[in-house]
C-alpha cells in the first residue's frame, strides 16, 4: 500500500472511473482496503464503498480502524447497518461491531436483520463481558452429533459448511449439546468411511467456560498451539469457538498494555488518537510525577542544615539510579507474570533472588562512584562516603521494591503493571533523597 | 499443574510406580508434561522421559524450556536424540531444537538420522537465517498438482495427509513446484467432485520469500487472519509454510523485548534466569545512567555560583519530569511502528503533533508548579520563574526529542527502541539541568 498507489486511486475516484477503480478492488484483499479507506478523505472512502459487494464490504468494515468505523457507523442509518453488513458477518465480528454503539442503536440495527437465528445469537452474545472467552466467541461452527457415522457426519458438515469461511475443527455433541469431542478436518479424508463420529473423535477436548478470562482464554490456546477453541457454558453445552486471529490481537493488546503502562500511559493511545485523547492518557501520570517532584523538593529543604553544594551535584544521579533499578526489576517481575514463567505465589524466593542480583550491581556501581569521589573530593570527604552509601542502599531498595510490590499487586488481583515506570521511579526518587539526607546528616 | 499434582508425581517417582505414572502421563498433553518437567529435578525428569512413547517425548521436548532443554540434549547421545526426537518431529521444530546445538553435534544427529529425505529438508532448513521466514518454516505440508481432477486430489491427499497432525491449507503448483494457488481443506467436502483442482483454487495466494524477515511474516498473518502462510524460494517455488502458533511466539517475543529495552533490560532475560545473565542483562544501562548522573554533577559543579539552596530542591522535579514526559513520547513511537499504525517517513507530522500535545501538557505541569512557587517563595523569587521555564522547555524538549530519536533511527534501520527508557531518561536529565541552570543565571 505505497503513496504511488493510494494518489492513483485518488484520481480515479476524482475523475469518475468506476468501472476502473472496481478491477482495482477486486485485486484487493479486504484488510488491504481497509487500509486504503483509512488513508482517503470521508467522502472519498464512500465513494469506494459504494462500489463494494456486500460481501467485502462487511469484509472491509470488519478490518478497518475501530475509531474510524465508529464514526463511518455512526452517520449510517441501522437498516444499511444490518443489510449490508450485519448480515453478512460472523458473529463474534457483528458483535464487536455493534458494542461500540449505544443500546438504542443496537435494538434498532437488529430489529432489521432478517436472519432470525443470527439476531438471536447476536443478543446472546452481547450479554457477554467483552473481557472473558464468551464476549469474543463466534457461533459459527461445525457441530455434529456423537452417533452419527461419517458418511452421515460429512453430509451434514457439507450443509453446515456452506456457509462457513474456514473450517478447521468439527465438534462432537451429544443428545443434549454438550462438547464430547474433536476432530481436525483432516480425519474427514483420512478415517475409513464405515467409522462412527464417536470413535474418530478426539475425547475431552481442551475447552474454555463462557466467563474464562480472555488473557487465560489467549495463554491456552498458545501453550497447547490451537487453531480454535470450543467455549462450554455452565454445563457444557457447546456455545461457540475463538479461533486464533482474535487472540493474536489479545496477545498483541496485553503485551502493548503493559508496555504503556511501564511507560506512563494511563491507557490505551496511539500516535494517530487526538489531542485530547493523547493528554487524558499522558497528563496523569506527568502529574503525579509532578506531585512526587514537589514532594522531594519539601523534603530537601527539610534537610536544608545538612545540604552542602557538592551534596547537590549528586541529586540526579542518586535518583536516577533508583528509578533504573527499580524499572527493571519491576519489567522483569510483571513480563514474567504475564507469560507465566513466574507464579505470584514464589514471592519469597523471587525476592531473594533479585537482592542478590541487587548487590551484584549495587556494589559495582557504589564502588565506581567511589572511586570516581576518592579523586574528586578526597578520601576524607564525607560526601565520598555517603554518595556512595546511598547509591548502595537505594539500589537495594529499588530492586527488593520493584519486586516486592507487582508480585504483591497480582496477589491481590490488581494488574501489577500499574507499579511498573512512573510509579516506581517516582518512589525511589524519593526514598533515594530521603536516604541520601539521612546518610550524610548521620555521617556529618 | 498446581502443587499438588506435582507432588504426587514426585511420590509415584519415589516409588517407582511406573504403571501408575504411566496412566497419570497418558492423560496429560504434551505441552502439561513439559511444564511439569520444568519442576522436576533433572533425574526425576529422566524418569518421567523414559516412560514416554518416541511419538510424545518428541512433542514434550518441543514445548520444554529453550534454556533446560538445552542442558538436556547436551547430556544425550546423537543417536538417541535423532531417532527418539527429531524422527518424529515436524522440520521446523527440529531445525528449532538442533540450533541450539553447536556444528559437530548437528552433524553427528544428522548421520543417525533414518529418513534421508527429513535429513535433507533440515540441512536446508539449517541454511537460512533464522530470523526469516526460511528459518521459521515447515516443509510439511500438502501439495497437489493443479492440473489433477478433485478426486485425484483427494487420493494423493490421503497418501500426504497420514504423516501430517493438522492440515488447515492445500497448496497447489505447477509442474515445475510454483506456487499456483491455494484452498481452505473444507473445498474438499463442499466442492463438487467433477470439479479440477485449478478451479477450486484461489489464484494468486498471498505468500512470503524465504528470505522475509520474521516482523513482516508475523504482520502478514496478523493482518490477513491466516492459519498458514506459504514460502516461496527466489523462482517462486513452494518451499514450506510458516504456521500461526509459531508466529503467535515471535508476536509475543516482539513485544516482550520492545517492553525490555524501554525498562532497560539489554538483552533476553527472565526472572528465572541465573545470576551473571541477569548481570550481564542489567549492568550495561545502569553503568550508562551511573556515567549519566556523574556528568550531571559536573554540569552542576560548573553552574556553583548560579546554585542556590533552594534551586537544588527542584532538582529531582526537573529531571524527573523530562523523563517521564521523554518515555511517553518514545514509547508511543516504538508501539506505532512496530504495529504499523505509524510510518518513519511522516517524521515531520509526527513531531509537529507531539509538540502540540507537548505544549498542552508542558503549560498545565509548569502552571501549576508556578502557582505552588508563588505562595512558597512569593511572586518576585527568581526561581518562581525559573523552575516552571525550565520545566516548560524539558517538556518541550523530552517530548520532541522522544519522537525525533526512534523515528530516526527506524529510518536508519536500527531498532527504535534502544532509544526508549534509560536512554531518553538520561539524556532529558541531563537537558533539563542544563535548561535549569542556564536560565536560572540568565534571570539572575
Known amino acids: 500500500m505505497n503513496q504511488e498507489f493510494i494518489d492513483h486511486i485518488k484520481a480515479l475516484i476524482k475523475n469518475k472511473a468506476q468501472s476502473q477503480l472496481k478491477d482495482e478492488l477486486?485485486?484487493?484483499?479486504?484488510?488491504?482496503?481497509?487500509?486504503?479507506?483509512?488513508?482517503?478523505?470521508?467522502?472519498?472512502?464512500?465513494d469506494i464503498y459504494r462500489l463494494l459487494d456486500n460481501e467485502i464490504a462487511a469484509d472491509v468494515l470488519v478490518e478497518m480502524d475501530e475509531d474510524i468505523r465508529k464514526d463511518f457507523l455512526e452517520l449510517l442509518p441501522s437498516a444499511t447497518i444490518a443489510k449490508r453488513f450485519i448480515?453478512?458477518?460472523d458473529t463474534d465480528d457483528a458483535v464487536d461491531l455493534m458494542r461500540d454503539l449505544d443500546t438504542e442503536k443496537q435494538s434498532e440495527i437488529l430489529s432489521h436483520i432478517d436472519d432470525v437465528e443470527q439476531a438471536g445469537n447476536i443478543v446472546d452474545l452481547l450479554k457477554y463481558d467483552e473481557h472473558t472467552a464468551g464476549g469474543l466467541m463466534a457461533t459459527e461452527m461445525v457441530k455434529v452429533n456423537e452417533n452419527l457415522s461419517m458418511p452421515e457426519c460429512l453430509k451434514e458438515m457439507r450443509a453446515q459448511a456452506e456457509e462457513l469461511d474456514e473450517i478447521h475443527y468439527v465438534y462432537v455433541v451429544d443428545d443434549d449439546d454438550r462438547l464430547q469431542g474433536v476432530f481436525p478436518l483432516k480425519k474427514v479424508i483420512t478415517s475409513p468411511s464405515v467409522s462412527k463420529v464417536k470413535h474418530v473423535m478426539k475425547k475431552d477436548p481442551i475447552s474454555v467456560k463462557v466467563d474464562t478470562p480472555l488473557d487465560e482464554v489467549a495463554q491456552i490456546i498458545e501453550k497447547y498451539d490451537l487453531v480454535a477453541l470450543p467455549v462450554v457454558d455452565s454445563?457444557?453445552?457447546?456455545?461457540?469457538?475463538?479461533?486464533?486471529?482474535?487472540?493474536?490481537?489479545?496477545?498483541?493488546?496485553?503485551?502493548?498494555?503493559?508496555?504503556?503502562?511501564?511507560s506512563g500511559l494511563s491507557q490505551d493511545v496511539e500516535t494517530d488518537d487526538n489531542l485530547f485523547k493523547q493528554t487524558k492518557a499522558?497528563?496523569?501520570?506527568?502529574?503525579?510525577?509532578?506531585?512526587?517532584?514537589?514532594?522531594?523538593?519539601?523534603?530537601?529543604?527539610?534537610?536544608?542544615?545538612?545540604?552542602?553544594?557538592?551534596?547537590?551535584?549528586?541529586?540526579?544521579?542518586?535518583?536516577?539510579?533508583g528509578g533504573n533499578v527499580g524499572t527493571q526489576s519491576s519489567a522483569l517481575v510483571v513480563q514474567?507474570?504475564?507469560?507465566?514463567?513466574?507464579?505470584?505465589?514464589?514471592?519469597?524466593?523471587?525476592?531473594?533472588?533479585?537482592?542478590v542480583v541487587a548487590l551484584v550491581n549495587a556494589t559495582i556501581i557504589s564502588m565506581l562512584v567511589y572511586i570516581f569521589n576518592f579523586f574528586r573530593f578526597g578520601p576524607t570527604a564525607i560526601i565520598t562516603y555517603s554518595v556512595s552509601l546511598s547509591l548502595f542502599s537505594v539500589v537495594m531498595?529499588?530492586?527488593?521494591?520493584?519486586?516486592?510490590?507487582?508480585?504483591?499487586?497480582?496477589?491481590?488481583?490488581?494488574?501489577?503493571?500499574?507499579?511498573?515506570?512512573?510509579?516506581?521511579?517516582?518512589?525511589?526518587?524519593i526514598v533515594g533523597m530521603m536516604f541520601y539526607m539521612m546518610l550524610t546528616r548521620l555521617l556529618s
Open 397 to 429: 531498595f529499588a530492586s527488593i521494591f520493584g519486586t516486592l510490590v507487582p508480585m504483591t499487586l497480582e496477589r491481590l488481583k490488581i494488574d501489577p503493571a500499574i507499579a511498573t515506570g512512573p510509579f516506581i521511579s517516582i518512589t525511589n526518587d
Open 235 to 262: 454445563i457444557g453445552r457447546l456455545a461457540g469457538i475463538i479461533t486464533v486471529d482474535d487472540v493474536m490481537d489479545e496477545i498483541r493488546e496485553q503485551a502493548e498494555k503493559d508496555y504503556q503502562l511501564a
Open 26 to 46: 477486486q485485486k484487493l484483499h479486504p484488510a488491504d482496503i481497509a487500509e486504503l479507506l483509512n488513508d482517503l478523505s470521508y467522502t472519498e472512502a464512500k
Open 336 to 355: 514474567g507474570l504475564a507469560n507465566s514463567s513466574l507464579d505470584s505465589k514464589e514471592t519469597v524466593k523471587q525476592v531473594s533472588k533479585e537482592a
Open 282 to 321: 499522558r497528563l496523569p501520570w506527568l502529574l503525579i510525577g509532578m506531585i512526587g517532584g514537589m514532594g522531594n523538593s519539601i523534603l530537601i529543604e527539610g534537610f536544608e542544615s545538612t545540604l552542602t553544594t557538592e551534596m547537590s551535584y549528586y541529586i540526579p544521579l542518586i535518583g536516577g539510579t
Open 87 to 89: 448480515d453478512h458477518m
